[in-house]
């Protein structure tokens, strides 16, 4: 049988009865059944049934657990910026909830029993010292091969047992490559938890205008860590010039629609990915490299005043608290001297002078790089001392 005889078979109508007509038309005419779909799981995976707690039937107080395995968990550290974004948008849906249920409308204070999610905080200087944040994320893999394997960096989210993780690239966490730096987990919170987009404009042009204003602040981040990390003063001008003009090209966009944010009258996740390296600019930049938001910078100016007055805000950098104080291996207590002091070694290109002693002698409340500093600065001052005085001697004989 050659190819053409095949073909002319295959394609002779089949020869049916009746029945067999009726039924096949009957099914062809019904209606689709949807498919079972099982609900999609997290590209990084389920968290370990130990590490949120349901292997217990009190889950409650065991050692590296999340506090509440019926709510989601952010793991994070207070003073990260990346960090700080999400723990931004989880405490404005938060406040929407308090507000929309006829609570806590006209005061600046929230609950510290939060009905819509808990958090961990991570020192991952004092990991090697039994951090209990940093021993959480290493549990939430659960154990490979007789061994943790660790989730990498803090800010993580634990959402219905899936790991949600920001990533990094070179040393300042975005997402992925493209320079949309920590909105994998405020878009996340902002589609699941709470009010469903009430963080992003409801219209479709307004949504464009967010993703817009996005993409040109996106440079933000690494221009703020690159000035606070470069030890090049030279370098530096530029790093700064570079700043400037990206500074103005934020405040035009601030009048685009009048205020008071990016989107107009609505705080978006245009206003949170920016508003934590503002803030870095306003205490940390200022202070240790000159950098300031210029006054002319009229639009700028009232946003950061505006933002900062936000429920979510006032309390997402305030002063440490109880449980900031009793996790991390820092001394000050008010938000702009700790985040000074939290910078300091990256601003002296010590990082890893700070990271060695601290997995040497690193402990809560006691900052050993600082200690180290003062005595160095203190054997300094003794040497100058006894220099001037062997020269003093030499004169005077």
């Known amino acids: 049988m050659d190819l053409q005889q095949s073909h002319n078979e295959l394609s002779e109508p089949l020869i049916q009865d009746d029945t067999t007509t009726t039924t096949a038309q009957a099914a062809a005419d019904a209606p689709a059944k949807p498919a079972q779909s099982r609900p999609a799981e997290s590209y990084h995976g389920k968290a370990s049934p130990l590490s949120t707690g349901m292997l217990f039937t009190n889950p409650k107080g065991i050692v590296d657990s999340i506090p509440d395995p019926s709510k989601p ?27 929309a249920n006829g609570g806590y409308e006209n005061t600046f204070v929230l609950r510290k029993d939060r009905k819509l999610f808990t958090t961990v905080q991570v ?3 004092l990991a090697k010292h039994g951090d209990p944040g940093s021993r959480l994320l290493k549990k939430l893999k659960g154990i490979k091969g007789g061994n943790y394997k660790s989730v990498p960096n803090s800010p993580v989210l634990v959402h219905d047992g899936n790991i949600i ?12 490559g493209n320079g949309l730096l920590g909105l994998l987990l405020p878009g996340h919170i902002d589609e699941a938890i709470g009010d469903k987009n009430s963080l992003r404009p409801g219209d479709a042009i307004g949504l464009y205008n967010m993703n817009l204003f996005i993409r040109r602040h996106s440079n933000l981040p690494n221009l703020v860590n690159e000035l606070i990390i470069c030890q090049s003063h030279s370098q530096r001008v530029k790093i700064s010039t570079d700043l400037l003009a990206l500074l103005k090209t934020i405040d035009a966009d601030l009048q685009k629609f009048e205020g008071p944010y990016l989107c107009g009258d609505q705080f978006t996740l245009a206003d949170i990915c920016i508003f934590p390296f503002m803030e870095r600019i306003v205490l940390v930049l200022s202070n240790y490299r000159g950098f300031f938001i210029p006054p002319s910078l009229t639009h700028l100016v009232s946003w950061y005043e505006t933002v900062l007055a936000r429920p979510s805000i006032r309390i997402a950098t305030a002063d440490r608290d ?11 207590v008010g938000r702009k001297q700790y985040l000074l002091e939290v910078y300091e070694c990256q601003i002296r ?26 005595e160095d600065d203190s054997d300094r001052r003794v040497c100058e001392v006894k220099a001037c005085h062997k020269l003093q001697q030499c004169v005077i004989s």
Request: proline share 1%; with cysteine.
């Open 73 to 99: 968990c952010l793991l994070f550290s207070d003073w990260c910026p990346v960090g700080e974004c999400a723990y931004i948008s989880l405490l404005e849906k938060e406040w929407q909830h308090y507000t």
């Open 123 to 125: 020192c991952e200087a």
């Open 165 to 176: 993780i920001e990533l990094c690239l070179n040393d300042v966490k975005s997402l992925g």
């Open 322 to 332: 109880e449980v900031s104080i009793n996790t991390y291996c820092y001394e000050q």
């Open 349 to 374: 290109g010590e990082v890893g002078m700070f990271k060695e002693l601290n997995d040497r002698a690193g402990q809560i409340g006691v900052n050993v790089y600082r200690e180290a500093l003062e």
